[in-house]
């Protein structure tokens, strides 16, 4: 019988503000102990909040990480219970990892093979949806949003950023770089992904005001807590 080769993932949450902290506790207790934490601003429109059962614009962001096998299993506890344990209302979802530092990837995954020996499985998942990440200069997120609504997007979560570049790059290929930046993350279907990013990179694209800069990480698992 052959084995996948473990990797290390992300599970990023988001779910209602003051949430953030019961997300992490129940992680623990399943073995992920690694947890930064963000807050961030829905902008999903009123029908999807109450699918997903949030209530304000306010969101707590929730990246954990873990050897890929016990994010794994969390997961799919989560998709078979519906996240009732967790008790929080949100979304879920999983990102591999292509890289990271040697001495705590090496930790993350000996815990993993630890975890493995005790009964956990690793999944293979056809990337259903897909995470379009949006930078745009501060004050045009609502005009990119919108265009992201009309191409089939049902809502996103903005987190407030900033150009860390060196000074000296204050621009690319002659672009000016504004220092504040709005980082909007939408959850697509792969149907929609691509009419969604063509359809901004149109409108509100690096040479227009907003100099929008996408990108697009497939998800592995997408799940609906609460």
């Known amino acids: 019988m052959s084995h996948r080769r473990e990797v290390i993932k992300w599970i990023v949450t988001i779910v209602e503000h003051g949430q953030g902290k019961a ?32 209530g304000g614009t306010e969101r707590d962001v929730v990246f954990s990480l873990a050897a890929g096998s016990l994010c794994d299993r969390l997961m799919k506890q989560l998709r078979e219970e519906g996240g009732e344990s967790l008790r929080v209302k949100g979304i879920a979802f999983l990102l ?52 992201a609504r009309a191409a089939g997007a049902r809502g996103g979560t903005i987190l407030r950023s900033r150009w860390a570049g060196q000074e000296e790059a204050a621009s690319i290929y002659g672009i000016p770089l504004q220092a504040e930046k709005e980082l ?36 592995e698992e997408t799940v609906r807590l609460g």
């Open 23 to 54: 997300v992490i506790r129940f992680y623990e207790k399943n073995q992920i102990k690694v947890h930064f934490q963000s807050k961030g601003r829905g902008t999903a429109s009123s029908d999807l909040l109450d699918v997903l059962g949030l």
């Open 184 to 219: 909007i993350a939408i959850v697509a279907s792969k149907e929609k992904r691509n009419v969604i990013m063509e359809t901004i990179q149109k409108k509100h694209g690096r040479e227009s005001e907003a100099g929008a800069i996408l990108c697009s990480i497939g998800l």
């Open 96 to 147: 591999p990892l292509n890289a990271i530092s040697s001495i705590p990837g090496a930790q993350l995954l000996r815990q993993g093979k630890a975890e493995n020996r005790n009964g956990g499985e690793g999944m293979e998942q056809e990337q259903e949806n897909s995470l379009v990440l949006i930078v745009v200069n501060q004050g045009h997120t609502e005009e990119v949003m919108n265009t």
